[in-house]
C-alpha cells in the first residue's frame, strides 16, 4: 500500500514536470446567465491533470456566436463557467499515461473552457499537432479557423451534399462560417447567394467566391432568390441567423430543398407547425461535435482541415484580435453583426 501510494505520488510530480506553470490564471467566465455584464475577467486556479490529460498553455482562442448562447441561457452550462470552444497553444504538462504528446509540441484543439491561459484536455481529444516551427501567425490561423471550417466541411458533405450546379443560400456569408462556405461551394461548382446586410459586407463574399449576392437591408430575399434561380428556388439553405429568417427560408426553397439551421444569431426559432413544411422539403439541425464524434470522423475532416490550409486553397478571414480581457467588447461586436471573418483572443502569456 505504501508502495502504491509513493508511486501515485511521484506519477503525479512527474506529470507536471514542467517550469513555469502558476497556480491561478486569466480566465472569462460566467456565474450567471444574462448581458454582457456577467462576463467576468478574473483569476481561477489552473487545471490539475491526471495520468491520461495533457496541459496546454493557449496562445490564441477563437470567439463564436456559442459562447453568447451559453451566456443567455439558450444552452444550458454548469456554473460557474469558463468560455470558449477553441484555441491553439503549447503542450506544457502532461500526464505519465499520454504518449500521442509530448512537452513543447504546438496544436490546435477543440475543447471546452479556452477563454483562459491553461486548459487541460484528455490525450483523445480532438487536437490537431502542428508543425514544431509553426509560428505565431500560424496559431493564429489555426485557433480562428478549426471550429468554423470543420462546421463548414461537414455541413456541404452531410448536412446536405452539395452538388456541381446546386443554387445554395448563404446566410451571414461575410461572416466566418458564412465566408469559408463561399469557398468551399465555389470550389464545389455550385451557384452562391450570399445574403449580408451591407453592401460592404456583399463585397468580401463575393471576392471569396459567392456568385451572386443579396443586401437583407435593401432588397428582398424571398423575391431575389426567385429571380436568380428562374422562380425554382435553392436547393439548400445555411441558415445561422435564426429566429428572423426561418419563415423567409422555407419561401425560398425549390421542392425537395435542404434547409440547415445551424445559428441562433437572432434568437432561437420559435415552435412551428411540421404543416409549414409544404414542398416535400426537409429540414434539419446539425451540430459539427455530432459529425466528429468517432476518431475515424475527426481524422477525416481534421486533416482535410489541414490540407486546405497548409495548400492555400481555404483562406482564413480574421476579422479582428482583441486581449482576452476585451472579450466582452469583441462579442457584443460579433453579436450586433458589426464584424466580418473570424475575431479572435489573444491570450496573456
Do not use: C
Request: overall charge positive.
Amino acid at each position: 500500500m505504501l508502495r502504491s501510494s509513493l508511486s501515485s505520488v511521484f506519477n503525479k510530480r512527474a506529470a507536471m514536470a514542467t517550469t513555469a506553470i502558476p497556480k491561478t490564471q486569466k480566465v472569462i467566465l460566467i456565474n450567471e446567465t444574462g448581458s454582457y455584464d456577467v462576463l467576468k475577467y478574473q483569476d481561477y486556479p489552473v487545471p490539475s491533470i491526471s495520468d491520461n490529460e495533457f496541459l496546454i498553455k493557449n496562445k490564441y482562442s477563437g470567439i463564436n456566436f456559442i459562447e453568447s448562447y451559453f451566456r443567455k441561457g439558450i444552452y444550458p452550462s454548469e456554473k460557474p463557467s469558463i468560455l470558449g470552444r477553441e484555441a491553439s497553444g503549447t503542450v506544457v504538462a502532461k500526464g505519465n499515461s499520454v504518449k500521442n504528446f509530448d512537452i513543447g509540441d504546438k496544436v490546435a484543439y477543440i475543447s471546452g473552457s479556452t477563454f483562459a491561459q491553461y486548459t487541460k484536455i484528455n490525450a483523445n481529444g480532438k487536437v490537431i499537432k502542428l508543425p514544431k516551427d509553426a509560428d505565431d501567425e500560424t496559431l493564429k490561423l489555426y485557433a480562428a479557423g478549426l471550429i468554423q471550417a470543420l462546421t463548414a466541411l461537414t455541413f456541404i458533405d452531410e448536412a446536405y451534399n452539395v452538388k456541381k450546379g446546386d443554387f445554395i443560400l448563404n446566410y451571414a456569408a461575410a461572416g466566418g462560417v458564412g465566408l469559408i462556405l463561399d469557398q468551399l461551394l465555389k470550389e464545389r461548382g455550385a451557384h452562391t447567394i450570399a445574403v449580408v446586410s451591407t453592401e460592404e459586407k456583399l463585397a468580401l463574399a463575393k471576392k471569396h467566391g459567392a456568385e451572386y449576392g443579396i443586401v437583407s437591408t435593401k432588397e428582398d430575399i424571398v423575391a431575389r432568390v426567385k429571380e436568380i434561380t428562374n422562380n425554382q428556388g435553392v436547393d439548400a439553405a445555411f441558415d445561422s441567423v435564426g429566429k428572423d429568417t426561418f419563415e423567409t427560408t422555407i419561401a425560398a426553397l425549390k421542392r425537395k430543398g435542404t434547409f440547415v439551421s445551424y445559428g441562433n444569431a437572432s434568437g432561437p426559432v420559435s415552435p412551428f407547425s411540421l404543416g409549414k413544411l409544404t414542398g416535400n422539403i426537409k429540414i434539419l439541425r446539425p451540430t459539427l461535435f455530432l459529425y466528429i464524434a468517432t476518431d475515424e470522423e475527426w481524422q477525416h475532416y481534421s486533416k482535410e482541415f489541414v490540407s486546405l490550409v497548409s495548400s492555400g486553397k481555404l483562406k482564413i478571414n480574421i476579422g479582428g484580435v482583441f486581449p482576452l480581457s476585451d472579450y466582452a467588447k469583441a462579442t457584443q461586436l460579433l453579436e450586433e453583426r458589426k464584424t466580418t471573418g473570424k475575431l479572435v483572443l489573444e491570450i496573456p502569456q
